[in-house]
């Protein structure tokens, strides 16, 4: 296979990469806060995309105005969770909690079924389709748009929990819950808030990626690659949670180049094994220690 050829892969990896990346800054986003699992994230994703999909198709809206929809939705429906369910399981063990959110992955999913069907939609890209040459290397320009779009988002995130005071409460939140509390920040505000933010970064990751999947209620099993590369890169880790998406997106893409075709949906789950075997924390992880 050619050089440019394998170029072309790598950025197509790249991009998918970067919508794994984004499902595991949403997953470290809630843990870092509030140490639970939101398995029913990728399902967020999904109704966040389809409503934005709906009121577009229904008014016409600019894809712009779409993108506000979406994450309008993610947000909404991200508050109304955390305040009507899981703030009411507060008492119950992170396990307990683990189970509830996969249980609203499913009946997120049969709803959307139910008003959407379960079947495939053409979702409109942001980005045009006739492809950029670079020298002898065909890029496509979807590809090219995922991984700035995710690239900027990323940055901005960098931005607010380093040069805010929003995104210092809510790292002092995730390093000890009573000293936040002492310091007068609210730490319920503060699990609610990284509640809506990973509903605001899954909403733009499902505007993202829905033109190149199609937008189906299956879209929303990403965040099976989204939690594979948070481990990957340290679970807890925001630079692990994005090099960890990044490089299962290449290695993913680059597999069946050079390994049978029926192996890539095993790849993600052999790259984590591998990875585990040689660094148990994650890339990025570091081991905790504890005093018995």
Sequence with gaps: MSAAAVVHVVVSGLATGSIYALMALALVIIYNATRTLNFAQG??????????????????????????????????VALVF?????????????WDVLIITVGLSLILRSA??????????????????RPMVVGPVKLAPVSLGIIGGSLLLMLGLYALFTHTRLGRAMRAVAQNQRAARLMG???????????????VVGAIAGVLVAPVTFLSTKMGLVVINGFTAAVIGGFGSMPGAVAGGMLLGVIENLAPLYLPSGIRYSVPFLVLIAILLIRPAGLFGRVEQRKV
């Design 112 to 129: 959307a079924g139910l008003v959407w069907t379960h079947e495939d939609f053409a979702f409109p890209s942001f980005f045009g389709n």
């Design 185 to 199: 920040i609210s730490v319920e505000r503060m699990y609610s808030l990284s509640w809506v933010l990973a509903g």
């Design 82 to 94: 955390e305040r009507a369910i899981i703030r009411r399981s507060i008492a119950a063990t992170h």
């Design 43 to 76: 399902e967020m994703l999904m109704v966040s995309t389809f409503v934005a999909w709906a009121a577009q198709r229904a008014w016409q809206l600019p894809l712009p105005v779409m993108l506000l929809v979406a994450v309008a939705a993610g947000a909404a």
